[in-house]
């Protein structure tokens, strides 16, 4: 069973592992077969859901909701996150003219509320603004948190891709603390490592959240030569700690770093969330984590 955590000090308790709802409107999953996955998570105990409103050029959100009110949920089991600040081209919005950010307060509030309506919700356990804008206003941002905080209709704040910098200068001037930053994270992707992206979240004793903990697929579809490496450098070790699978081995060595990583998952196959889920028990060594780290490389540490 996958474990709960918190992700800071301000919380919120989540699910060790998320399921992330990203490619639901690519699944060819009709209703009954999504509240089937739904379950499924909660099975292994994975109770926290991973949204954002331009998912599936806006209809996600629409899907998953349509899908929840068909089981037995209780919603206080359970922890959904969403993003905003994005806005797409679409036939979906209409008024959205060119591919864009937005994060003021009127923005911001909209989303929400758009989100709840989608989800069928009456809150969100976590908002994250998606994307650093640079027109971003923190006092904008703050008015919207803090109004949407004393509706009931978001618990806990965070941000999506943002920098060290970004994030400490958004922080400074908010009233409600940030509970994480959702970043990309894999064996295929260590931009984090050399950014101080982990090194702030361990000085503030945040736990990031991962997207994309497997490469997004790149790392089972691509012919590079990093791909390759990492493959059979994964398969070795997989081999060495007891016959586990190539995706296991790369979700242990997401889970190993001691920032306290919360992958986010994005496949919608159940038998591919119980293997990720039994990563879990997988310790890999020092060494085995610094190989990969070289596969990945293509180089030894200094």
Known sequence: MVPEVTLSEHGPRMSRLVQGFWRLASWDMDTRQTAALIEGCLEQGITTFDHADIYGDYTCESLFGAALAETRVDRSAIQLVTKCGIKLVSDNRPHNRIHSYDTS?????????????????????????????PLLDPHEVNDAFVSLRDAGKVRFFGVSNFLPSQFESLASKLDV?????????????????????????????IRPMAWSPLGGGRLFQA??????????????????????????????WVL???AGFVPVLGTGRIDRIRTAVAALDIDLSTEHWFAIRRASLAQDIP
């Open 223 to 252: 012919d590079s030569e990093q791909a390759q490496r990492l493959r059979e450098t994964l398969a070795q070790i997989g081999a060495e700690v007891g016959g586990a699978s190539i995706d296991q081995v790369a979700i242990a």
């Open 256 to 258: 190993k770093h001691p």
């Open 177 to 205: 603390p940030l509970v994480t930053n959702q970043i990309e994270y894999s064996v295929i992707h260590l931009d984090p490592h050399a950014d101080g992206s982990l090194d702030l979240c361990q000085k503030l004793g």
């Open 105 to 133: 307060r009127a923005h911001i509030v909209t989303s929400v509320e758009s989100s709840l309506r989608c989800l069928r919700a009456d809150y969100v356990d976590l908002l994250l603004i998606h994307r650093p804008n």
